[in-house]
């Protein structure tokens, strides 16, 4: 904590707030009002010779019987604060001698030697006591012993039975039946069952037992106001809710905070009384904690392993306060281990109620004190308290101990021994499954290390995921090396899944075997599997993508053969995404692919209106056709026997010498013209003969590629391979015009709708 005294001119600043020591016979001392009244009253009746005061650790018992030692009445009392827990391991006479140099000093009398107070008890009982009583007169002597439950008999059984912890306890029992004269007043921090049973037996005494915990709230109020009154803060309404939220009321909680608050406002700003605003509640939080962590710690030391699991998880689910069911708590603890789900643990919550740790409200919990969730939640996240649960079973743990010292020094067969003992006594300790698994992975015994770390995984898949995916890992390799290709690959996926930061290098070898003997298929599985466990890692992605290729390029020269020119289509536009590098080549495949595909549809077209007698919708068909593939014999041969059956010609030598290069319809459907390259052959549709004359023929001295009639009819337009445009009559076949100054042919004519 920052230095308590302040400068401002010539007054000097005090923090009132005491942390950490018994606030008795200051303004920190509030509350309490009931038992430092009840208590000289209970006791004036020399018939009740005990009173308890019970409370958890840091809840203010020292305090009050500090204060009490205060307060009580001098002409009837002579009360003795002494703290018991410096003496667990003295002998009792040396317990006793020091309690009774004490009383000596208290009340004047002569301080007796220590080898005069036995181990018995029976000197300070049957010489010193009656002593003091002469001493005291009519007063009464009031023992007021703090921490009296460390002297439980139950604590310490390994010490010797005439040492304090073992024998004081049955000495009092003896000592309140047969000196009524003096009174006793024990502060004690455990509850009943966590007492022996002798202990219990000891507060069958008592006239009244009280409890002390936190403040209620006007006295929480009062202590939060201290420096308030003290004219060195003050604070806003919103400040005080939010600190009364923090603590609960908790005595030490609440110093602590405002303490912490006072040093803070003091040191950024010279004011005398600095105002406290919520923010500024807010903003000493974590620095409560630190200066609070070492009480803390003495309050979680003080749980058994089921309650900090419990307070574990109940800390990390909840916020604002509010009461959290029990279901959403376990709910939590299984998300991180489904081991934590047993009985001790589901029956924490009680316990931690008892212990005042927590509240409970209908269905739900809180933690009395926030600070604390707090606390908890920064120094004991579940992940990490979750292995208290091995210490439920001390047989099983200690085995577990006992191997782990086997392994950590090499000794792996003789470590298994005790994991497996272990693992016999408690078969969910999780530290004995993993440890042994490890053993065996140090061994080279894989199936056996994989069996015990896939139970430890059953236990506790994340804190098993680590050295089950090193095993799985061992096993791949080891499968690799023999060659087991497929089994090896498995082991590796298994690894992966669990945990991705191994070195790929044995995996990627493995995959590039694949693609070495071209099984592009397999080997793009499996990479595609990798790629969904690992994510975009450079060296995976790259040979997917390099696989991907190359198993595309062998299918489309498959499709080729085939003349499978949809999916020859289909892989090009992959390919073209794929292979940055050859784009254009792809592209130029691509409408390669395009143009015998749309061929194809064209001659599929062409055959079905044929069967239909859909002769016009044929030959604008074969038009496009020719365009697509003006020099290819294969298409040029199926334009001229298709022609040739509309014109009811059954030899194409009629139509005379040369290619067809276009048709087309004239537009009242009567005649056909037929582009060719010796000139243009005009032949009638509606005619009887078996084989039809031509109604005309136009030489011309240029391999002619297009054609079109006019709207009329009247007139028919050539495009020549010499860069002309010819206009014709239908008529008489004269010519009309020459277009001239083309650079090349003329593969394509058309006429405007309007004929101009």
């Known amino acids: 904590m920052s230095e308590a005294k302040k400068s401002r001119g010539k007054i000097r600043l005090v923090n009132p707030y005491i942390v950490g020591r018994p606030v008795d016979g200051t303004e920190a001392f509030v509350g309490r009002r009931d038992i430092i009244k009840s208590v000289p009253e209970l006791l004036a009746n020399p018939q009740n010779t005990l009173v308890i005061i019970q409370g958890p650790r840091r809840s203010g018992k020292t305090s009050t019987l500090r204060q009490l030692e205060r307060t009580m009445p001098r002409e ?30 208290r009340i004047g009398i002569e301080v007796l030697k220590r080898d005069e107070f036995d181990n018995d008890g029976r000197y300070f009982e049957e010489e010193f006591i009656p002593k003091v009583n002469e001493a005291l007169g009519d007063r009464r002597l009031v023992f ?16 010797s039975k005439r040492t304090a912890v073992r024998s004081f306890v049955p000495f009092m029992d003896r000592f309140i039946q047969r000196n009524p004269g003096p009174a006793l007043i024990f502060a004690i ?36 106001k201290l420096a308030e009154k003290k004219g060195t803060l003050k604070f806003e309404d919103g400040a005080v809710e939010r600190i009364l939220f923090l ?54 030391d003080g749980l058994s392993p089921a309650e900090k699991i419990f307070a574990s998880a109940l800390a990390e689910v909840s916020s604002g306060g509010a009461f959290i069911p029990k279901e959403k708590v376990v709910e939590r603890m299984t998300q991180v281990s489904s081991r934590l789900r047993i009985r001790q643990v589901e029956w924490a919550p009680r316990d931690l109620v008892k212990r005042k740790i927590l509240v409970k409200y209908e269905h739900g919990y809180r933690f009395a004190i926030e600070l604390f969730r707090l606390w908890i939640l920064k120094h004991h996240p579940l992940e990490r308290t979750k292995f208290e649960i091995e210490q439920l079973n001390p047989a099983a743990h200690r085995l577990f101990l006992a191997g782990e010292a086997m392994f950590n020094t090499g000794q792996y067969e003789d470590a298994i021994d005790l994991f497996e003992r272990a693992i016999k ?17 140090e061994l080279g015994k894989l199936d056996e290390a994989i069996e015990i770390l896939e139970k430890a995984y059953e236990i506790d898949s994340v804190a098993a995921a680590s050295s089950l995916s090193r095993a799985y890992w061992a096993k791949a390799s080891d499968l690799s090396e023999k060659k087991e290709e497929d089994d090896a690959l498995e082991f590796y996926k298994k690894a992966l899944k669990l945990q991705r930061g191994h070195d790929l290098t044995p995996v990627l070898n493995l995959i590039d075997e694949i693609i070495y003997r071209r099984d592009f298929e397999k080997a793009e599985f499996v990479l595609s599997e990798f790629q969904q466990i690992v994510g975009e890692l450079p060296e995976i992605t790259n040979r997917f993508k390099s696989v991907q290729i190359e198993r595309l390029k062998t299918e489309l020269e498959k499709a080729e053969i085939e003349k499978d020119w949809d999916r020859a289509v289909e892989i090009s536009k992959e390919l073209m995404r794929l292979d940055e590098n050859r784009v254009s080549h792809w592209k130029e495949k691509l409408r390669h692919y395009e143009i015998e595909l749309e061929a194809k549809n064209l001659r599929e077209e062409v055959e079905f209106l044929l069967s239909k007698d859909r002769d016009r919708e044929v030959v604008e068909r074969i038009a496009k056709l020719l365009k697509l593939k003006k020099d290819e014999t294969e298409t040029l041969k199926f334009s001229a026997g298709v022609i040739s059956s509309i014109v009811n010609i059954r030899s194409p030598k009629v139509l005379g010498r040369g290619w067809i290069t276009d048709v087309k319809f004239s537009p009242d ?29 136009i030489p011309t001295d240029s391999v002619v590629r297009s054609i079109a009639f006019t709207s009329d009819g009247q007139f028919i337009v050539s495009g020549s391979s010499d860069g002309t445009i010819k206009v014709w009559r239908m008529r008489d076949g004269s010519l009309i015009r020459t277009l001239k100054g083309h650079s090349g042919s ?5 006429i405007s709708p309007d004929g101009e």
């Not at 009296?148 to 390994?158: I, S, Y």
């Not at 966590?194 to 507060?203: C, N, Q, T, Y």
């Not at 003329?746 to 058309?750: G, H, L, P, Q």
């Open 746 to 750: 003329v593969y394509s004519v058309a």
């Open 144 to 159: 007021l012993f703090d921490e009296f439950d460390v002297l439980d008999p139950g604590t310490e059984q390994k010490l």
């Open 247 to 300: 603590s609960g009321g908790h005595p030490y909680a609440t110093q602590l905070i405002c303490s912490v608050i006072w040093d803070a406002k003091h040191q950024e700003t010279d004011d005398v009384a600095p105002t406290v605003s919520a923010e500024d509640v807010d903003n000493s939080i974590e620095r409560s904690l630190e200066a609070g962590n070492q009480a803390f710690a003495w309050m979680w």
């Open 189 to 224: 921090g455990r509850f009943p069952e966590d007492l022996s049973v002798r202990f219990i037996r000891l507060l069958r005494y008592a006239a009244r037992s009280f409890d002390v915990w936190v403040l209620p709230r006007e006295d929480a109020v009062q202590l939060i």
């Open 669 to 697: 459907g009567r005649f056909i013209a037929v582009a060719t390259s010796i000139g243009i052959w005009i032949y009638p549709l509606e005619t009887q003969d078996e084989v039809p004359t031509p109604f005309k023929f």
């Open 76 to 105: 009837r009392f002579e009360p003795l604060f002494f703290d018991l827990q410096p003496y667990t391991e003295v002998p009792l006479g040396e317990l006793l001698w020091s309690i009774a140099k004490s009383v000596a000093r």
């Open 425 to 441: 006594q408690n078969p969910r300790h999780f530290s004995a499954h993993l440890y042994m698994g490890e053993a065996y992975l």
